[in-house]
């Protein structure tokens, strides 16, 4: 089959260039700009809004259907038949495990949990009152300090244990971070309890009491991080892949992602979609701050609304507003206020012209921030939840990119619109 071309031509010139067109397995195709610049030109898009950084075989998402798949799977059924584990599994791995498969793996992110004991000493160099993504920053990161046998990215055998070490041990600083901003001892792991429930015993747990999580609320759990686990070429997943780009060791990529996941535009929307919800108060002010969404002079934004890439329901906030109702039912929350409102603020969005016009749907954070409270997790811990669960995508998207042949540094170009070239003058003369 003959290569089909993409042609560029200039208003000022005859200059002609024909560009490679290539063909994914499903979704845009994308013109191959790499040769531009042996033409004397680049392009320019800031924000990526059509420009596709790498090729990747692990999450597909169509935004105008609503669709997300993991390795092929939608995420329906992946919410619904499968676990958290198993998912990591998949993304890391390309296929879904045999039972040997399966109890291989969680054997060995299960005894990959426990941190380097100096860790310990390390959290109390941290205030107290630090938030809990700054000291996952700061913890994660120096992993690279306590793992250095398993830094090497470009070792295959390295490059496995750190990607065991980052599953398994994100979730124990975690929780740590929780218990040390509480004041409370930390848990260690308990190898007898399965990842999401490992997670819950680390949070609430104390040395004084037995702790037995409630199945309900684990299951709960597992699906919101099966949710989370990745979304392809994200901003944290982009800045992942960047750091990664340049050989750097893996603790210190997956930090770089930590740190970009933590804004209010990308994974500390949960947080700020839950603060927004306290602070509407009542279904009679919803109006109100539905005209200060669209309000353009206005620079405050409905929280957990609007997608880059969806342009439709995201599929992750239906099942999350399915997980919420199962949730309140369990604990017998059904007339929660905050979910009250968020349900009618929802309905009244929806059928709002500003919201239809903009193609402004609810996302994945619209619900997680009710479910997780309540799970019982305070708010600061929403976005290291999300950090812990999209660690499985991240380690998966690096490992791609580090193990493909011939990956380059990226290195983007940019449009200069600074001054042109001057003299220096010295201060009496300026
Ligand atoms: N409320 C009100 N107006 C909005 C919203 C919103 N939540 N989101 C987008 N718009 C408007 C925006 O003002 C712009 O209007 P105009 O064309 O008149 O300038 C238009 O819709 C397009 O928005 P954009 O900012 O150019 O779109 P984007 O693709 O760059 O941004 C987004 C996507 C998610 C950052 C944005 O929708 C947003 O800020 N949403 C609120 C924060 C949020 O919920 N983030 C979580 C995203 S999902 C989880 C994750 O990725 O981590």
């Known amino acids: 089959m003959t290569q089909r071309t993409a042609r560029i031509t200039f208003s000022d010139s005859d200059q002609v260039i024909d560009l490679p067109v290539l063909e994914g397995t499903l979704g845009t195709d994308v013109i191959d700009t790499r040769s531009l610049g042996a033409h004397g030109y680049f392009t320019f898009d800031p924000g990526f809004l059509s420009t596709a950084s790498c090729t990747s075989?692990?999450?597909?998402?169509?935004?105008?259907?609503?669709?997300?798949?993991y390795r092929g799977y939608p995420i329906e059924?992946?919410?619904?038949?499968?676990?958290?584990?198993?998912?990591?599994?998949?993304?890391?791995?390309?296929?879904?495990?045999?039972a040997q498969q399966k109890a291989d793996f969680n054997n060995t992110v299960r005894y990959h949990t426990m941190l380097h004991d100096q860790m310990a000493y390390f959290f109390r160099g941290f205030r107290r009152d630090a938030h809990p993504m700054a000291v996952m920053v700061g913890m994660v990161g120096a992993m690279s300090a306590f793992y250095r046998d398993s830094s090497d990215p470009?070792?295959?055998?390295?490059?496995?244990?750190?990607?065991?070490?980052?599953?398994?041990k994100v979730p124990t600083i975690a929780a740590w971070s929780y218990k040390y901003n509480v004041g409370m001892p930390?848990?260690?792991?308990?190898?007898?309890?399965?990842?999401?429930?490992?997670?819950?015993?680390?949070?609430?747990?104390?040395?004084?009491?037995?702790?037995?999580?409630n199945p309900?609320?684990?299951?709960?759990?597992?699906?919101?991080?099966?949710?989370?686990?990745?979304?392809?070429?994200?901003?944290?997943?982009?800045?992942?892949?960047?750091?990664?780009?340049s050989g750097a060791n893996p603790f210190a990529c997956i930090a770089a992602g930590i740190a970009s996941l933590w804004g209010p535009l990308h994974g500390g929307?949960?947080?700020?979609?839950?603060?927004?919800?306290?602070?509407?108060?009542?279904?009679?002010?919803?109006?109100?701050?539905?005209?200060r969404a669209k309000d353009r002079s206005n620079p405050f934004r409905l929280?957990?609304?609007?997608?880059?890439?969806?342009?439709?329901?995201?599929?992750?906030?239906?099942?999350?507003?399915?997980?919420?109702?199962?949730?309140?039912?369990?604990?017998?929350?059904?007339?929660?206020?905050?979910?009250?409102?968020?349900?009618?603020?929802?309905?009244?969005?929806?059928q709002d012209d500003y919201f239809i016009e903009k193609k402004l749907y609810p996302n994945v954070d619209f619900y997680s921030g009710i479910v997780l409270r309540a799970l019982g997790i305070p708010m600061s811990m929403f976005t290291a939840i999300f950090a812990l669960a999209r660690t499985a995508?991240?380690?998966?998207?690096?490992?791609?990119?580090?193990?493909?042949?011939?990956?380059?540094?990226?290195?983007?170009?940019?449009?200069?619109?600074?001054?042109?070239?001057?003299?220096?003058?010295?201060?009496?003369?300026?």
């Open 57 to 69: 075989s692990i999450t597909y998402i169509d935004g105008d259907a609503g669709l997300l798949y």
């Open 77 to 98: 059924q992946l919410a619904q038949h499968s676990d958290f584990m198993e998912v990591s599994y998949l993304l890391l791995h390309g296929e879904l495990p045999t």
């Open 154 to 168: 470009f070792d295959p055998v390295q490059r496995e244990i750190a990607a065991y070490r980052l599953l398994a």
């Open 186 to 213: 930390f848990m260690y792991p308990q190898n007898r309890l399965g990842f999401a429930e490992n997670f819950l015993y680390m949070m609430f747990a104390t040395p004084c009491e037995d702790y037995h999580p």
């Open 216 to 245: 309900v609320l684990s299951r709960a759990l597992d699906r919101i991080l099966i949710l989370h686990a990745d979304h392809e070429q994200n901003a944290s997943t982009s800045t992942v892949r960047v750091a990664g780009s």
């Open 269 to 291: 929307a949960n947080e700020a979609v839950l603060k927004m919800l306290e602070e509407i108060g009542d279904v009679s002010r919803i109006g109100e701050v539905i005209q």
């Open 303 to 350: 929280m957990g609304f609007g997608h880059r890439i969806y342009k439709n329901m995201d599929p992750r906030a239906a099942l999350m507003r399915q997980t919420c109702h199962e949730v309140l039912d369990e604990l017998g929350l059904h007339d929660d206020p905050l979910f009250r409102i968020a349900l009618k603020l929802e309905e009244i969005a929806l």
């Open 393 to 430: 995508g991240w380690v998966a998207q690096w490992y791609e990119m580090v193990s493909a042949a011939g990956h380059k540094i990226a290195r983007p170009r940019q449009l200069y619109t600074g001054e042109q070239r001057r003299d220096y003058l010295p201060i009496e003369l300026r």
